[in-house]
């Protein structure tokens, strides 16, 4: 039986470290894991907390995920939103469902992120 989900994992090019960290690490405010030592040598990096994890990986042959995305829920919502918009990323808006607002941004690599209001109010 499946009891959680332990991680998502996200493409990007090569040498696109520093950018998932200033994207991940610094905007969204998820600290950076040290990978495994056995998975350094492939590039990449993780981002961890206790309820949250995003690890990207590099593909030779990158192609941004344009339909396929995860959903991070957020409890500073809009403030989440102007600091996406003030780091100049385009905000997709959305329809709520169920009662969350809910937008898309494009991480600096393509790949679509949805962010929904944990706190089920606009």
């Avoid at 009662?99 to 944990?118: E, K, M, T």
């Amino acid at each position: 039986m499946i009891t959680g989900l332990h991680h998502v994992q996200l493409a990007m090019p090569e040498a696109g470290e520093d950018r998932a960290r200033s994207f991940y690490g610094a905007l969204l405010e998820i600290p950076e894991r040290t990978k495994p030592a056995q998975l350094q040598s492939n590039g990449g990096c993780w981002f961890e907390t206790d309820n949250v994890r995003v690890h990207l990986g590099v593909e030779s042959d990158f192609r941004s995920a344009r339909k396929a995305h995860p959903a991070f829920q957020t409890s500073d919502f809009h403030n989440l939103l102007e600091k996406l918009k003030n780091a100049g990323y385009r905000i997709q808006s959305a329809d709520a469902i169920d009662d969350q607002a809910r937008f898309f941004v494009n991480d600096p690599f393509g790949n679509r992120i949805q962010f929904i209001n944990a706190e089920s109010e606009f």
